[in-house]
């Protein structure tokens, strides 16, 4: 009967362990690193949301602010409007009666025509104001939600990182990086819109 030939399967099944555990080691390591810069964007993702939700929450509170003064204004021009028609009222009495209405009453209708004026400016430059602190708060609001996606995309990229840490799947870390770079380019679009 042939010798058997022995193979010193022991140190061989050593060396595969070894050249395992490094290639694992290896993944573990690019796994690591990418869930800590994913980490990374996520926090600043989650900063970049959280400022621009505060600021269109600013510039939201300013257009309410400058609504009710522009509110204000015009019923100062409806005050003024009616103050003016009960002078010319008042000039249409006198006439009635056959008789010269004085010039105060004249002047004063001329000078609350020229005050509504005033008021009407003012009251519409104040809507102009308000409109654009609106359109600015809701391209803010747009943006914040671009933000709030990057923040889920990259702690979805971060769950499948640790998946794949555990498991040692690299297809399950290749899909966390693509996560994490459908994040980072969710994070950018907000800034390509201005």
Known sequence: MPEEIEIDTERLRDAIDDEIERQGGSLLR???LTTAVLAALAAIGSLRAGATVNEALVLKTEATRLQAEASDQWTFYQAKGIKSAVAQSAMASW???GREPPAALGAQAARYTQEQGDIQRTASALEHQRD???RE????LEAHHFFAAAVALFQIAIALGAVSALTRIRLVWLV???AGIAGVVAMMLPSQGR
Not at 137 to 140: C, G, P
Request: without cysteine; charged residues 25%; hydrophobic residues 50%.
């Open 176 to 178: 966390s990086l693509v």
């Open 30 to 32: 690019w796994i690591s």
């Open 132 to 134: 654009d602190r609106s």
């Open 137 to 140: 708060a809701d391209r803010l």
């Open 95 to 97: 006439q009635a009666a």
